[in-house]
């Protein structure tokens, strides 16, 4: 039995390769991007792009402050993506432990 759907992450070489071979097989793909990286241009440039379930939105940041930042990039990389953007949550907060105040970060979904 296959699977439903699979993630397949788009900083990883043969990432398109690999999400063609699943598409042949009827097995829908998740697509992950991770921030900080090449990833959200090598999916959008994939002819399939189009047919992918959902995108995940990764933040690879960890400091709150560069997160929110990465966090907005990514999303504004990822404006033209046909699929949902993945969230987590509805909203991302710089935390308490580096003296920032809470920040709204719109997100897609």
Request: no cysteine; glycine share 8%.
């Amino acid at each position: 039995m296959l699977p439903d759907h699979a993630s397949v992450n788009w900083h990883e070489d043969g990432a398109a390769h690999v999400a063609a071979a699943l598409l042949d097989r009827g097995i829908g793909i998740e697509a992950g991007v991770y921030s900080g990286t090449t990833a959200p241009q090598r999916f959008l440039d994939w002819p399939e792009s189009h047919r992918v379930l959902r995108v995940l939105a990764e933040i690879t940041e960890t400091a709150p402050r560069t997160a929110l930042r990465a966090a907005a990039g990514l999303l504004d990389e990822l404006e033209s993506a046909t699929a949902p953007i993945l969230a987590l949550g509805d909203r991302v907060q710089a935390g308490a432990a580096d003296g920032a105040a809470d920040s709204d970060l719109p997100y897609a979904s």
